[in-house]
């Protein structure tokens, strides 16, 4: 069965970068079928998908993030990672990793970490 | 794609049967699905593809709709149901997510 942690820091300073990392077990992540994301949720709000990574490398992101995104993957380590460059109190958020199947929602997904961005 | 769901907020009692409406801004087929929230935990999928039942997911759930409406009933409201429910679209990226409908007592 497989299980999705994440871990970071859970305080960033403003204008600092977000890192996160995403680790997998119970299973590989070398699958032509999954894809491996990052959504975030403010708390007291709703949720917002953030991007994927396939285990080859290739990526998809959110535009309304693009710019300040990048997920990484290191299948020797199984795992992948997030980092969110030039935060502010808006990115102040739950973060979670999650895996979807090829044409279907998100079945798997880690318990969430909590970032808060201040000074 | 925007999602919208209604009501936001539903108050309801033990028993009950609850129909909550996600709509959304352009046909997504039958590419939607939704989950379950409770405070401090990641959200659960409760049901895929707009009807499909998740296995271990109680059959008083149930899920309809495709195109641009859809919906999510409970038949009988059990007291591990109160939680937040989203619909949430895997028709095209980026996905999107309704904004929650709350189910209280």
């Known amino acids: 069965q497989v299980q999705l942690q994440e871990s970071g820091p859970g305080l960033v300073k403003p204008s600092q970068t977000l890192s996160l990392t995403c680790n997998v077990s119970?299973?590989?992540?070398?699958?032509?079928?999954?894809?491996w994301s990052w959504i975030r949720q403010p708390p007291g709000k709703g949720l917002e998908w953030i991007g994927y990574?396939?285990?080859?490398?290739?990526?998809y992101y959110n535009p309304s993030l693009k710019s300040r995104l990048s997920i990484s993957v290191d299948t020797s380590k199984n795992q992948f990672s997030l980092k969110l460059t030039s935060v502010t109190a808006a990115d102040t958020a739950m973060y979670y990793c999650?895996?979807?199947?090829?044409?279907?929602?998100?079945?798997?997904w880690g318990q969430g970490t909590m970032v808060t961005v201040s000074s | 794609i925007q999602l919208t769901q209604s009501p936001s907020f539903l108050s309801a009692s033990l028993g009950d049967r609850v129909t909550i409406t996600c709509r959304a801004s352009?046909?997504?087929?039958?590419?939607l699905a939704w989950y379950q929230q409770k405070p401090g935990k990641a959200p659960k999928l409760l049901i895929s593809?707009?009807?499909t039942l998740q296995s271990g997911v109680p059959a008083r759930f149930s899920g309809s709709g495709s195109g641009t409406e859809f919906t999510l009933t409970i038949s009988s409201l059990q007291p591990e149901d109160f939680a937040t429910y989203y619909c949430?679209?895997?028709?095209?990226?980026?996905?999107?997510f309704g904004p929650g409908t709350k189910v209280d007592i």
């Open positions: 999650a895996r979807n199947w090829v044409g279907h929602p998100f079945d798997i």
């Open positions: 119970g299973g590989s992540m070398n699958s032509d079928d999954s894809y």
């Open positions: 990574i396939f285990y080859s490398g290739s990526t």
């Open positions: 352009q046909g997504i087929s039958s590419y």
């Open positions: 593809a707009a009807s």
């Open positions: 949430q679209q895997f028709n095209s990226y980026p996905f999107t």
